[in-house]
């Protein structure tokens, strides 16, 4: 590929906000040769944008727990500016997070499945509507904010319930809401 050309592709997906695809293509420029440059006088700033774009523009990656805690908190959040209250969910998906927030929201599932993966097992989850994965991330959101189901409304076993119950009150809670830009954005611990 050409150089030149992929630097184009790699600046229209940044401004595009197409964070993926701009990974991708510095990926390539940084492939294609760490020395090249539009022209000499540009070249330490091309190669600073390139390490920017890869360090910062990674593609996110979500697993079951994480898909599932993302699915729970839009469905459980409400939009104050849509009629009555509608869940986030009848109108926005996970494309719609700000990618700050989806990182954020990763980075707090993660946090959870280190300490406790352990306990996320079929012999201690009671319903076999679903993995003990998803379960945990529906449950991790619903129960770190203080709605009216989580770890400790009989899905787990009593004392596993209990114990997650405590660390996610722990964690504190996080809403999130619809911002001016029309993205969602979150607030809290």
């Not at 040769?33 to 910062?56: F, M, N, T, Y």
């Not at 898909?67 to 939009?79: K, N, P, Q, R, V």
């Not at 494309?95 to 990182?103: F, K």
């Not at 306990?119 to 945990?136: A, H």
Request: charged content about 30%; aromatic content about 12%; overall charge negative.
């Amino acid at each position: 590929m050409d150089p030149t050309a992929c630097y184009r592709m790699m600046m229209e997906a940044m401004n595009d906000g197409r964070h993926d695809d701009a990974y991708h293509c510095a990926k390539d420029l940084d492939w294609l040769g760490k020395g090249w440059s539009p022209c000499q006088a540009s070249g330490w700033a091309v190669r600073v944008l390139i390490d920017h774009v890869l360090e910062h523009y990674k593609p996110l990656e979500f697993d079951e727990f994480t898909e599932a805690y993302i699915i729970c908190a839009l469905w459980a959040s409400t939009d104050d500016q849509m009629p009555y209250g509608m869940p986030l969910d009848d109108k926005y998906d996970r494309g719609d997070i700000d990618r700050e927030i989806l990182q954020r929201m990763i980075t707090d599932c993660r946090n959870f499945q280190m300490r406790w993966q352990h306990l996320l097992i079929d012999d201690n989850l009671l319903v076999d509507s679903c993995t003990p994965e998803e379960q945990g991330g529906h449950d991790f959101w619903l129960t770190r904010n203080g709605h009216g189901a989580g770890f400790w409304d009989g899905d787990w076993k009593k004392e596993v319930g209990e114990f997650l119950t405590a660390y996610s009150k722990k964690v504190g809670g996080y809403a999130l809401y619809v911002g001016d830009d029309d993205k969602i954005h979150g607030s809290g611990n």
